[in-house]
């Protein structure tokens, strides 16, 4: 015989949802507050689940569609969890002139994981870039803050290394 688990589902999710209320009191709740609230709720959960996402429609009184599609509209929103390092290798012209794309194939190979995706782990998450500034140095990709360049494919696991400990 299962026992049912709702009552225990809810209290979670109260739980869950606790910190997001806290932001929610922080606006009037009005419709011009989405992006705000969305950039709140983001740092305070590193993405933006669908269950947030229904507790923010619901709170400033807006279509869950429409939540959404601001959500995908904007490459700043994040509907998946992300890694703890992100990696964004660059695909500009200099950088793709330069073998760009060996790099990120040596990066997807080293990870097991496609352009766009994060590891199971979720200390890594993959993104290519058009240019990030820094052409002088093509190929160049960056790893949170750090910027790595004049990279060569074999030097990609020796820098993944430094992010992977811990
Ligand atoms: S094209 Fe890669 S940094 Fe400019």
Redo the contacts with the bound molecule.
């Keep these: 015989m299962t026992t049912c688990q709702c009552g225990d589902l809810e209290e979670n999710k109260e739980k869950y949802l606790a910190p997001l209320k806290e932001i929610l009191e922080n606006y009037d709740q009005k419709e011009e507050d989405l992006i705000p609230v969305l950039q709140d709720a983001q740092e305070e959960y590193g993405y933006l689940p669908k269950v947030v996402l229904r507790e923010i429609a619901d709170s400033l009184d807006i279509f869950f569609s429409d939540v959404y599609g601001v959500t995908t509209f904007y490459s700043q929103f994040h509907l998946e969890p992300r890694g703890e390092n992100v990696i964004k290798v ?7 002139v330069r073998g ?1 794309a060996r790099i990120l194939e040596r990066l997807q190979d080293e990870l097991g994981i496609a352009d766009g995706e994060t590891t199971e782990d979720l200390k890594f998450t993959l993104e290519s870039v ?6 002088g ?4 990709m960056m790893i949170n803050d750090d910027t790595h360049g004049l990279l060569t494919p074999g030097e990609v696991p020796k820098i993944l290394d430094q992010y992977n400990q811990g």
Excluded: D, Y
Aim: with cysteine.
């Design positions: 660059c695909l500009g012209t200099a950088c793709h760009g058009a240019c990030i500034g820094a052409c140095l093509a190929p160049v």
